[in-house]
């Protein structure tokens, strides 16, 4: 048998309460890192309690970029799975329903609120 490999998805979405600037798109500024680190724990919290969770592994902020209006940030993850050899592809459609769940119709992520349109699961 072969052993599971790890698996990356991405997750993309727009916050719409949490106004952009420069020091979220630089790594090392103390902005970039508090963000990233509060994202990353309501996104690791959100998957655990997903289909995916028992192969759950932890999400990766890598990115935010501004929105398209003032007071939006867009923010780009990457997540990984366990991924059995047999098991079958990430059921991105699933997975997208269940975060849509999860976040009230894409519209609350804890403290933030969510741009409906804006939620990609792995595309």
């Known amino acids: 048998?072969?052993?599971?490999?790890?698996?990356?998805?991405?997750?993309?979405?727009?916050?719409?309460?949490?106004?952009?600037?420069?020091?979220?798109?630089?790594?090392?500024?103390?902005?970039?890192?508090?963000?990233?680190?509060?994202?990353?724990?309501?996104?690791?919290?959100?998957?655990?309690?997903?289909?995916?969770?028992?192969?759950?592994?932890?999400?990766?902020?890598?990115?935010?970029?501004p929105g398209s209006q003032r007071a939006e940030t867009r923010v780009d993850a990457v997540c990984t799975y366990r991924k059995e050899p047999s098991a079958a592809p990430l059921d991105r459609v699933g997975l997208y329903h269940q975060v849509s769940n999860k976040t009230g119709g894409i519209t609350q992520l804890g403290p933030y609120s969510l741009d409906k349109d804006s939620l990609y699961v792995n595309g």
Not at 25 to 34: G, L, N, T, V, Y
């Open 1 to 65: 048998t072969t052993a599971a490999a790890l698996e990356p998805f991405t997750i993309n979405f727009t916050i719409t309460n949490l106004p952009f600037n420069s020091d979220l798109e630089k790594p090392d500024s103390a902005r970039f890192k508090s963000a990233r680190r509060v994202m990353n724990t309501l996104l690791d919290r959100l998957l655990k309690d997903s289909t995916i969770g028992p192969d759950f592994q932890r999400c990766e902020t890598v990115s935010f970029r």
